[in-house]
């Protein structure tokens, strides 16, 4: 078990919705990658947080935005929710970006 | 433009053999490698990672070995286990900066018994 946890597990939206996913670092880590992995792919880099700031970005629109806190979680947010955003959303928490521990991930699907 | 690439989809072995994972990268500003297991429902676990600086790292039953002139790292468990039976991932990055781990596309590993 690694200490990092996501929120919640599954979720189902409609088209054109905004989300809100939540993540938990593991203790002694300070930095947060969002990925995205869709059926039968690796996972794809979204963007990544170092002490509260963005520190890197994947080939992902500006509605996909994120948060990092004090305490070192995180949250991703998607505006405008579309078809193509049904995945699997992971985060992976880091002591400075190196070898990264995952979540379970969130199942979000968008009808 | 995939640039990192596991050409091989599946793999069956027996109990008790080694299993040899294979993984080819095309950039040469990747120098940080990790590999990745994934059962159904859950998110990818750390295995084990190695630097350009070394050719192998090993962790118990796992070696990861690295050739930087040919781009290509494998990873071998021995012996292979029922358990181990899963999707394997490797990931690379550039270890200046932003460490944005680029994935393969996995390789489903059956171990049978």
């Known amino acids: 078990e690694t200490g990092v946890t996501q929120s919640p597990t599954h979720l189902i939206k409609t088209r054109g919705q905004q989300v809100t996913l939540r993540c938990s670092s593991q203790s002694g880590h300070n930095t947060v990658s969002w990925y995205q992995q869709a059926l039968g792919q690796g996972p794809q880099f979204i963007f990544q947080y170092y002490r509260e700031e963005e520190n890197g970005r994947g080939n992902f629109p500006p509605r996909f935005s994120g948060l990092q806190f004090p305490n070192y979680s995180s949250e991703l947010n998607v505006n405008a929710l579309e078809l193509d955003d049904s995945a699997l959303y992971l985060c992976a928490s880091s002591f400075q970006g190196r070898d990264a521990f995952f979540g379970q991930g969130t199942r979000l699907t968008v009808v | 433009d995939q640039q990192v690439k596991q050409n091989s989809p599946s793999l069956s072995v027996q109990e008790g053999r080694i299993s040899i994972l294979n993984c080819d990268y095309t950039?040469?500003?990747?120098?940080?490698f990790l590999w990745y297991k994934k059962y159904p429902a859950e998110g990818p676990t750390f295995l084990i990672s190695?630097?350009?600086?070394?050719d192998k790292n090993e962790d118990g039953r796992f070696t990861v070995f690295l050739n930087k002139s040919a781009k290509h790292l494998s990873l071998h468990i021995v012996p292979s286990q029922p358990g181990d039976s899963a999707v394997y991932f490797c990931a690379a990055s550039s270890a200046s900066g932003t460490y944005k781990y680029i994935f393969g596309t996995g390789t489903r590993l059956k171990v049978l018994a």
């Open positions: 950039n040469s500003m990747f120098d940080y």
């Open positions: 190695i630097s350009s600086i070394k």
